[in-house]
């Protein structure tokens, strides 16, 4: 909307709820009292926002809140003509990465993220991972305290509707798990913004607002999750900082030390190995006392990795071996439900990775073949854990069984949209023409396969 465009739907909406423009500033001065908020709009600031001004965002807020309060349902802000502006690049940039004192900040920029990766602007498709904000963010989570507190009346209402944002999310997780981030991204964004965020906002008080807040750290998980495979990496770390804050909103220890574990995923794959052994780390103190034995087993997985990335082999082992110790002692009746993924294949996927990362060829293939069950494995799964196992037959001069693992995780993969396997395929595709191989005629083969499905990695002679 142009700055002068008289907004006619603040104006549709206070002739709906019956409001004058006195009528409306008292409501919003009150709105401001009760938050906590100075505010103090007269109907001339009231006439002046109908022509075409926007006031504050925390003016904004407090005139959604109080219209709704009127008309006894949530108004959002599209509804009054006051859309999240593109001009708060700077601050979600900047804010974004920052563990926030209020989670009402964090919902803020959790909607104007969204509605930068909803609209593919460059906020969202542009924005590189800050390597420098990793200490602020775990001390913020490790040291903050939540705000909640206990109202048993509310505790049905709150777990209801949590329970259905948490069904959705895990439905569409099981769908990334099959088909990418990149297929799903879209899905949970507009379920984030549509049902989510103006639950967010709806005044929800004691184990209501924490169950809610709990199923909102759980959705910013998973969009975080499905950015980082899109390869949206600024975008992704935005969201698990501030899925870290709601998960602090509701108390949830283990929730925040799978945001944490994230991070730690994401810092070690863009080469920022010591910021993802702290974060692994920081995931496993957050959780002391709190976590089942398969999540601690995550836990130290993504430790053993980041360790092996340093080239720490004594390390790793050491991470590797705890972690194996505690997958031996789990019970899944104690598991979250987010964990289910994580079974004795995934543990030995994640050795895999860490002997590849450590140049040990001959452990790469023997824990990527313990990583793959033949039907229970999704395609997906089993196009990164090819490409891993071939990478280990490289190294060991199997050239014959690489390219033909490689081939398999490429004709796996299919319609998969993950910028993350692209990159693996890519690698592994540098290896075999940075060396002796770029003439022999089964490299030549594999290189018109991955031209015929991924014609950006390979170019013609």
Same mark, same amino acid.
């Given at each position: 909307m142009?700055?002068?465009?008289?907004?006619?739907?603040?104006?549709?909406?206070?002739?709906?709820?019956?409001?004058?423009?006195?009528? @409306?500033?008292?409501?919003?001065?009150?709105? $401001?009292?009760r938050i906590g908020l100075d505010i103090s709009p007269d109907h001339v600031s009231v006439k002046r926002w109908l022509d075409g001004s926007r006031p504050h965002e925390d003016t904004i807020r407090c005139i959604a809140a109080a219209l709704g309060a009127k008309l006894g349902r949530v108004v959002t802000l599209t509804e009054i003509g006051?859309?999240?502006?593109?001009?708060?690049?700077?601050? @979600?940039?900047?804010?974004?990465?920052?563990?926030?004192?209020?989670?009402?900040?964090?919902?803020?920029i959790l909607e104007g993220l969204t509605d930068a990766d909803m609209g593919d602007y460059p906020l969202a498709t542009k924005a590189q991972w800050d390597p420098t904000v990793s200490p602020g963010i775990i001390t913020g989570y490790l040291f903050a305290a939540s705000s909640w507190e206990p109202s048993p009346s509310e505790f049905d209402a709150g777990l209801g509707l949590a329970a259905r944002i948490r069904a959705t999310v895990r439905n569409l997780t099981e769908l990334e798990f099959q088909y990418g981030g990149g297929h799903?991204?879209?899905?949970?964004?507009?379920?984030?913004?549509?049902?989510? /965020?103006?639950?967010l906002r709806n005044g929800h008080k004691g184990l209501a607002r924490q169950e809610l807040f709990a199923a909102a750290a759980d959705a910013a998980e998973v969009l975080g999750w499905n950015a980082y495979d899109a390869g949206r990496h600024g975008?992704?770390?935005?969201?698990?900082?501030?899925?870290?804050?709601?998960?602090?909103?509701?108390?949830?220890?283990?929730?925040?030390?799978?945001?944490?574990?994230?991070?730690?995923?994401?810092?070690?794959?863009l080469g920022n190995f010591n910021e993802a052994v702290h974060f692994a780390r920081a995931a496993q103190s957050a959780t002391t006392?709190?976590?089942?034995?398969?999540?601690?087993?995550?836990?130290?997985?993504?430790?053993?990795?980041? /360790?092996?990335? /340093? $080239?720490?082999?004594?390390?790793?082992?050491?991470? @590797?071996?705890?972690a194996e110790q505690e997958f031996a002692r789990r019970r899944q009746e104690d598991d979250p439900e987010w964990i289910s993924y994580f079974?004795?294949?995934?543990?030995? $996927?994640?050795?895999?990775?860490?002997?590849?990362?450590?140049?040990?060829?001959?452990?790469?293939?023997?824990?990527?073949t313990q990583a793959i069950d033949p039907e229970l494995t999704p395609a997906r799964?089993?196009?990164?854990?090819?490409?891993?196992?071939?990478?280990?037959?490289?190294?060991?001069?199997?050239?014959?069984?690489?390219?033909? /693992?490689?081939?398999?995780?490429?004709?796996?993969? $299919?319609?998969?949209?993950?910028?993350r396997h692209g990159r693996y395929l890519s690698d592994f595709y540098g290896s075999l023409t940075g060396g002796r191989h770029i003439k022999h005629p089964a490299v030549k083969a594999f290189a018109d396969l991955l031209r015929s499905k991924h014609p950006e990695m390979v170019h013609s002679d």
């Open positions: 142009a700055a002068k465009e008289p907004n006619r739907r603040l104006a549709a909406v206070m002739e709906l709820a019956g409001v004058s423009n006195k009528g @409306l500033a008292v409501r919003v001065r009150g709105e $401001g009292r006051f859309d999240s502006p593109q001009t708060g690049s700077a601050d @979600l940039l900047l804010d974004g990465v920052r563990y926030l004192p209020e989670s009402s900040r964090a919902i803020d799903t991204r879209k899905m949970l964004l507009a379920y984030w913004k549509s049902e989510i /965020l103006p639950e975008t992704a770390q935005r969201y698990f900082v501030q899925g870290l804050r709601l998960s602090r909103e509701a108390n949830d220890a283990v929730m925040g030390g799978q945001i944490l574990s994230n991070l730690s995923h994401q810092a070690n794959y006392g709190r976590a089942s034995a398969t999540v601690n087993a995550m836990f130290l997985a993504m430790e053993a990795r980041a /360790l092996a990335s /340093l $080239g720490d082999s004594r390390g790793c082992g050491a991470a @590797l071996n705890r079974d004795a294949f995934e543990l030995a $996927g994640e050795a895999a990775h860490c002997f590849r990362d450590l140049g040990h060829s001959r452990q790469t293939q023997i824990f990527a799964t089993r196009s990164f854990i090819c490409i891993v196992h071939a990478d280990g037959a490289l190294a060991d001069g199997n050239l014959d069984e690489a390219l033909s /693992l490689a081939s398999q995780s490429v004709e796996l993969a $299919g319609s998969l949209q993950s910028s």
